[in-house]
């Protein structure tokens, strides 16, 4: 089940170092929360429930100080504004994008008892998952991966894409650390370069790729447009798609 992780730094040390948090990359980036790059103590609650919008929530409705920080993917910051008409939160204007931590692919999954091993199979007992959440079930056979949505996954390569498999579909997903909107600029801009160092960290990104996610910073403002258009695009799929959630 997607959850929230959301980060309380600690006050005593804040801002004279930054720090960071996350979504769902809760157990192996702790390394990048903790932080070398910080330097400081932070306290990590995970908050399950509501596809991990609930703890998003949360962080929306924080004190503005930097010292609650949460990373966000596709489905608290993208999928959730373009699907549920009355979400708590807006995953824009409710945030400070503080920048992207990476990319991944969106892998459809399966029930063990699938009775096919390809995307053109049936329309049985699936799902679609974000790598991170994906990955370690698909490894330890809980359920089985069937299709990466975008390019092939580093942490699963053996899963061929939709495209490859003569879907023409193709979409990935960011990984983004945010805070509550209003955030104090010269505090952002502190926990965007801890945040761009701590991802030149080489056993950092060994984590990430790990859990599917290739390493990739982009700017807090540059991200936040880019999830203003991916909400757009996912918004006219699901008009598409006849989906229509209450």
Request: aromatic share 6%; with cysteine; charged share 20%.
């Amino acid at each position: 089940m997607p959850e929230a992780c959301v980060a309380f730094i600690d006050q005593d040390s804040h801002p004279a170092q930054p720090a960071i948090h996350r979504e769902r990359l809760c157990g192996d980036v702790d390394a990048f929360v903790r932080g070398k790059s910080l330097g400081q103590s932070i306290y990590i609650e995970n908050h399950t429930g509501a596809a991990g919008t609930l703890g998003t929530q949360m962080v929306a409705a924080a004190a503005n100080d930097g010292y609650t920080i949460t990373v966000g993917g596709m489905t608290t910051h993208v999928l959730a504004p373009a699907i549920y008409p009355k979400l708590a939160y807006d995953s824009i204007k409710d945030f400070t994008t503080i920048g992207r931590i990476g990319t991944s692919s969106i892998m459809l999954v399966a029930t063990r008892d699938f009775p096919a091993n390809d995307l053109l199979g049936g329309h049985i007992s699936l799902a679609t998952l974000d790598m991170a959440t994906a990955t370690p079930l698909v490894k330890d056979g809980s359920i089985k991966a069937l299709a990466a949505c975008g390019e092939r996954s580093p942490s699963l390569p053996d899963v061929l894409s939709y495209k490859a498999q003569g879907v023409p579909f193709d979409r990935s997903l960011s990984w983004a650390v945010y805070t509550p909107a209003g955030l104090a600029e010269p505090i952002a801009k502190k926990l965007s370069a801890a945040l761009k160092d701590a991802l030149g960290d080489a056993e950092m990104k060994e984590k990430l790729l790990g859990l599917g996610i290739t390493p990739q910073f982009v700017s807090g403002d540059e991200q936040r447009d880019i999830n203003a258009r991916d909400i757009a695009a996912w918004k006219q799929v699901a008009k598409d798609a006849g989906i229509e959630l209450k």
